[in-house]
């Protein structure tokens, strides 16, 4: 199952071709809330968005998810959830898609508009999938889901692959929006 995920974000994103990133709509560079919202990045645009602004104290979720990725799908609502839950505690959400670019307008929005979803939403576009995956997180192999839960200074304080565990990702959320105040 782990190597048939990873074989499928390899195709897909073998399939993708590199496209430039759009201008930023926060200081990450991710694209704002809201399904039409939804902007496609390259491996320049991931790095940006991971990247910690010195001014920005919040904590960064980052799930790397695909709507043809049934553990994606399910994990999706407890995900919504954490992202109204925590976002009003100064949490900063960003979900990337890993759909192929033609889903963009079509699949992707229709999903999120399902789950009702409000966080930032990107699609990853990308030629070669591995450096991505290297400048997310070293302990990741490209499985999907993935969850990866950043502090002030960039450090990653949570990671999980695979549907995530909502209590425990809560858990780690609680540590960091306690840990800023």
Known sequence: MRSRLFMGFVGLAAVCSAVAFTSPAQSNGAAASGTDDIRQIDLAGLKKLLQRDAKDTRPLLVNFWATWCDPCREEFPDLVRVDTDYRGKGLNFVAVSL??????????PKFLKEMKATMTVVLLNVSDPEPAIRAVDDKWDGQLPATFLYDKDGKVVFRH??????????????????GKQ
């Open 161 to 178: 692959f695979g549907r995530v565990n909502a209590d425990e990702l809560r858990a780690a959320l609680d540590k960091e929006v306690s």
């Open 99 to 108: 759909d192929d670019v033609t889903d963009i307008k079509t699949g992707v």
